[in-house]
């Protein structure tokens, strides 16, 4: 058993850990169901995690990375920056409503782990209002969208929108209007994106 | 008592339940301490309302029609549409995040009250939505806005500000940059309500 425990890597823990929660629920895993899985004494992982939570908080940020990369690759598209930009929302919704709706003890164990640690939900959010920061530039360097802030108005479109992205509001995924709300949502976000000034540049209170 | 149960008016039933759900909460407060309160039997509570949820129903949308006339007010206001739209989303954040910071335990008492039927959400909402389509509808008339379907984009402001207004928000209320963003997604919602046009006019995606 020792020799297992001197080639195991971080790498493994985080692997043998994301199945544990998987097959447990995070209420119940513990970082010694994690060194039975991996045959080595829990002492073992501590050596590489210092505490239950710090291991806890690498595999979900492991995780969120991999949604991070699809989501990145969801940018690279063909077409109009409202577009890419329709395209990645609907995405975003999609892999959320069917997480929800197909896998809900999955999507719920997922909830219970981002909101265990303050750091990863605002981890998450910087990542994605990155990204529609830059899908939002490229449609003001084309002319298409006008702004004169693109990292507040990215964090303004992401706001916007979280009726179809944000847990809180995963029960009203199944609703059948929500389809047709979320397009409604999205053309006016980016109809105002084509005409976006700050209140003090149009004269409003 | 007969006496008394006599002149018992519906009205003073749901002024003396409303006085025992903020005493007692709703988990706690039964017909019987209405009654109490009133000094009548539960007999003659129940001859109002056939059901302890009926009665409780009836306070909640008792409630929430104070709420709707204070917010039909402010729709009389003078400016231009966009000004009235920003100082009526205003308001509502405002009141919303007062009563949730100052008041806790009387905002949660309100939220299991309007969650115990189904129907009381979509008459609040159906209400505020309808106050958004008439602020909206005049400055399409004024020419200040342009949408194709008013009751579709009053839902969609409604959708699309509902960080600042749906109670599954309330603990992000209290964020320092809370108003920044609550004006930028206003900034963006009014810039969309200029140049709103369905995605097949405008040839979206």
Redesign the interface.
């Known amino acids: 058993m020792s020799e297992v425990a001197e080639v195991l890597t971080g790498e493994a823990i985080l692997v043998a850990t994301e199945e544990v929660l998987r097959r447990y629920g995070p209420a119940k895993a513990t970082v010694v169901d994690v060194a039975k899985a991996l045959g080595v004494s829990h002492g073992s992982v501590y050596r590489h995690f210092p505490t239950k939570a710090a291991l806890r908080e690498a595999v979900t940020r492991r995780w969120l990375d991999v949604v991070h990369a699809e989501f990145e690759a969801i940018v690279e598209q063909e077409?109009t920056a409202?577009?890419r930009l329709?395209?990645w929302l609907q995405a975003l919704f999609d892999k959320k409503r069917r997480s929800h709706l197909e896998e809900p003890e999955l999507f719920e164990n997922f909830q219970v782990l981002v909101k265990e640690s303050a750091s990863i939900p605002e981890y998450h959010v910087r990542h994605m209002v990155g990204i529609l920061t830059r899908i939002i530039r490229a449609g003001v360097e084309t002319q298409e969208f006008v702004t004169d802030d693109v990292d507040?108005?990215a964090?303004?479109?992401w706001?916007?929108?979280?009726?179809f992205h944000?847990p809180?509001?995963a029960r009203e995924w199944g609703n059948p209007h929500i389809q047709?709300?979320f397009?409604?949502?999205v053309?006016?976000?980016?109809?105002?994106?084509?005409?976006?000034?700050?209140?003090s540049a149009?004269g409003?209170?």
């Open positions: 077409g409202a577009e329709r395209v507040v108005t964090q303004a479109v706001d916007a929108t979280d009726k944000h809180s509001h047709a709300e397009d409604a949502v053309s006016l976000v980016v109809a105002g994106l084509r005409y976006n000034r700050s209140p149009t409003d209170a």
